[in-house]
T-cell receptor
Framework: GQNIDQPTEMTATEGAIVQINCTYQ??????LFWYQQHAGEAPTFLSY??LDGLEEKGRFSSFLSRSKGYSYLLLKELQMKDSASYLC??????????WGAGTKLIIKP | DADVTQTPRNRITKTGKRIMLECSQT?????MYWYRQDPGLGLRLIYY???????NKGEISDGYSVSRQAQAKFSLSLESAIPNQTALYFC????????????FGPGTRLTVL
């Protein structure tokens, strides 16, 4: 079966750095996405990785290791507005997105 | 104006009623999707369409049907709503040249009593 695992919840402090991990087992791989979702709102696109390595975009970075079936999202200089759920999703061999359950990130002052 | 819109945004209905959720997009995308989201679970795909007249079942299509009336419109129907269909429903779109990035509508919160 297809499976994406990420922690259910994480807590971090404003101004700090947090890393959210995602491991996956899917039938094929055509890329990995990270989305941000504030409570009750739509998911919004953050990043896309298809090759191994680190992609940096402002305060957010995403890393991929295809051989390990592993990715992480790194958030720096945390702000209160970063409190949200972060969804990991893998594009499988049929070009369908398989979604993780999401990691709820709580930022404390 | 939002690129992907959904109507209604909130709906409360009773068991056995027929419900239609509408999705429209102005992004010119050919592919459209319907998902439901339940607390503690990931987004689950209900139906998807790669073009007008193309309809494909997703992971949890039982109890739902869809219609792709035009490239810009994709509607989801619950023929006879039941309480376990209470959920947050999202429409999403993507197109060639977008590297399969999906863009979501604001969601419809449906409650079935």
């Amino acid at each position: 079966g297809q499976n994406i695992d990420q922690p259910t919840e994480m807590t971090a402090t404003e101004g700090a750095i947090v890393q959210i991990n995602c491991t996956y087992q899917t039938s094929g791989f055509n890329g990995l996405f990270w989305y941000q979702q504030h409570a009750g709102e739509a998911p919004t696109f953050l990043s896309y990785n298809v090759l191994d390595g680190l992609e940096e975009k402002g305060r957010f970075s995403s890393f991929l290791s295809r051989s390990k079936g592993y990715s992480y999202l790194l958030l720096k200089e945390l702000q209160m507005k970063d409190s949200a759920s972060y969804l990991c999703a893998v594009l499988d061999s049929n070009y369908q997105l398989i979604w993780g359950a999401g990691t709820k990130l709580i930022i404390k002052p | 104006d939002a690129d992907v819109t959904q109507t209604p945004r909130n709906r409360i209905t009773k068991t056995g009623k027929r419900i239609m959720l509408e999705c429209s997009q102005t992004k010119g995308h050919d592919r459209m999707y319907w998902y439901r989201q339940d607390p503690g679970l990931g987004l689950r795909l209900i139906y998807y369409s790669f073009d007008v007249k193309d309809i494909n079942k997703g992971e949890i299509s039982d109890g739902y049907s869809v219609s792709r009336q035009a490239q810009a419109k994709f509607s989801l129907s619950l023929e006879s709503a039941i309480p376990n269909q209470t959920a947050l429903y999202f429409c999403a779109t993507t197109g060639t040249g977008d590297a399969d990035t999906q863009y979501f509508g604001p969601g419809t919160r449906l409650t079935v009593l």
